[in-house]
């Protein structure tokens, strides 16, 4: 083969190589955060954060603070930078999906990183019963693009509240998976009530459902899960969280719930 064949031939492998379908790797993590976030609680909507909160600073005892992660890509990667925390104190990772909360896992040491795949993700600091200190962690997306599945959401801090769904009267829709976690910022114990209830009926409520986690012992313990008409006992949050969770199907839409907690 003279020099131009090799050359030709070289060229046409190159080409065939570099056309070959590469596997879809997706996004890679962003090298730095891209949000910071400072407040106790709040929405992330962002491919990564940094979450500190009273970093070099004091935490009153009992405090409750919940983030919720709307991530675009698939993995999570939740990683602790820095803490003050106590060992009666915990950072807990919550994968939620339209079947409701997953099993929450604390991050308690540097540099542990908790992965999930999971779009949405609750992050909730727990603070034992004595004051502590701030801590820093980050976020970081990557992978193949996801769309959100939690719907909407309200992260409820006051002592207490009333919550009607949907707040303008009409139906709910199709397909909604709604968060409402519960967390008062001065430290109680609040009892939830349902005073409305009107959710599409199913004899196992496996179309369209609400229901009540109860933090308790490192975890969000379904404690309620109805539908159709019936109110549901109430539930008191004896650790100061917890909670409500709407999912609805693709078909048959009524007119949601009212409920309050104080
Ligand atoms: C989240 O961010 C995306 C992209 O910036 C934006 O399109 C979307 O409206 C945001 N969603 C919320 C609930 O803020
Ligand atoms: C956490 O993940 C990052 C990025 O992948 C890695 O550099 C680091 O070594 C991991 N930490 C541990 C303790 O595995
Ligand atoms: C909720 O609204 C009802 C009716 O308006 C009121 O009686 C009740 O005090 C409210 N509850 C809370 C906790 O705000």
């Known amino acids: 083969m003279n020099s131009t064949g090799t050359i030709v031939l070289l060229a046409f492998l190159f080409a065939v190589v570099t056309a070959a379908p590469q596997p879809n790797q997706g996004r890679s993590e962003d090298p730095e955060p891209v949000v910071s976030v400072t407040t106790c ?32 890509y698939a993995e999570q990667r939740f990683n602790l930078i820095s803490s003050g925390l106590k060992q009666t104190d915990g950072i807990y990772i919550t994968p939620v999906s339209f079947r409701g909360l997953g099993n929450s896992e604390k991050l308690s040491t540097l540099g542990q990183n908790v992965t999930l795949h999971s779009r949405s993700v609750m992050i909730t600091l727990i603070v034992g019963h004595a004051p502590t200190f ?75 459902y609400v229901k009540i986690y109860n933090w308790f012992d490192g975890n969000y313990l379904q404690v309620a899960i109805f539908c159709g008409t019936t109110i549901p006992v109430s539930v008191t949050f004896q650790d100061g969280a917890g909670v409500v969770f709407f999912s609805s199907d693709s078909s048959f839409t009524r007119a949601g719930f009212d409920f309050q907690y104080e």
Request: a negative charge; proline letters at 7%.
């Open 41 to 72: 609680g709040g929405h992330v909507n962002a491919s990564s954060a940094s979450i500190e909160f009273q970093l070099g600073g004091s935490i009153r005892a009992d405090m409750r603070c919940v983030w919720i992660v709307r991530a675009p």
């Open 134 to 208: 701030g801590f820093k962690m980050e976020y970081y997306s990557s992978g193949t693009s996801v769309s959100p599945d939690i719907t909407s959401h309200a992260i409820l801090t006051t002592a207490k509240g009333n919550v009607t769904y949907p707040s303008n009267g009409g139906d709910y829709g199709n397909l909604e998976n709604v968060l409402f976690p519960i967390a008062p910022s001065v430290p109680g114990q609040p009892t939830l009530r349902f005073t409305r209830v009107d959710i599409e009926t199913g004899s196992s409520c496996q179309f369209d």
